[in-house]
């Protein structure tokens, strides 16, 4: 049944097909992406300028101070954003402490004073190796407190948690949709440097999709 949602929207392809496939649903979708000081904050334009596109409801809120707390990452520290797939170690300096837990509370705490009913971020099955906060036991539990923690329940929903990006990439292409207005790069320069692993895992999905990734790319 429709209903009012929001939806964690980074300007990134897994929640640009989230989000899109929450409006399919027909769903009232409000948007809501977050400044955590990431280094790739050039996906917060794409994500401005997919919402303004839609005629999307969107908020865009800085919580970068949350880095005085938070340290170690190279997302937001000065650290180089390491190179190679996410089955390597060195990819776990790519975890922001406590990232997803922070910006559910938040997002949930919107929903309920939106009167909306649940909360979709894209987890998927190809974080859980690197990301704890992308487990299905942590959606689990995130899901369970959030049917307690205010006088109206709020559900958290994953529609690819048990899916990996090769089957996001699909859906969103069957959907028609253009990822050219997504940003994946964890280096925010003015092309993708194809070599982290994020932009690996990007192009293993358009190359396993038989597609072509829309995104220019230094190398």
């Known amino acids: 049944m ?11 392809m897994d929640s640009f097909t989230v989000l899109h496939k929450a409006i399919a649903d027909g769903h009232e979708v409000h948007a809501l992406s977050f400044n955590y000081g990431q280094r790739h904050v050039k996906e917060l334009d794409c994500a401005r300028q997919v919402c303004q596109e839609l005629g999307v409801s969107h908020k865009v809120v800085d919580i970068s101070a949350i880095n005085q707390l938070l340290a170690g990452s ?49 987890a998927h099955s190809g974080d859980h190796f690197i990301y704890p906060d992308c487990r299905p036991e942590f959606v689990l539990k995130m899901h369970e407190v959030c049917q307690i923690a205010n ?33 994946t790069c964890y280096n925010g320069r003015a092309k993708a440097c194809g070599k982290c692993g994020s932009c690996q ?19």
């Open 74 to 122: 190279s997302l937001t520290d000065n650290i180089d954003v390491p190179e190679g797939h996410y089955a390597a170690d060195n990819m776990k300096s790519t975890v922001v402490p406590n990232r997803n837990m922070i910006l559910l509370s938040l997002a949930v705490g919107y929903a309920v004073s939106l009167n909306a009913r649940a909360v979709y971020y894209g």
């Open 2 to 12: 429709p209903q009012k949602v929001v939806v964690i929207y980074s300007g990134g």
């Open 151 to 183: 006088y109206e329940p709020v559900d958290i929903v994953s529609p690819y948690l048990n899916g990996n990006k090769i089957e996001i990439l699909r859906d969103g292409l069957a959907m028609g949709l253009d990822y050219s207005k997504t940003w």
């Open 201 to 219: 895992e990007r192009l293993e999905a358009f190359e396993l999709n038989k597609a072509t990734d829309p995104l220019p790319y230094e190398a």
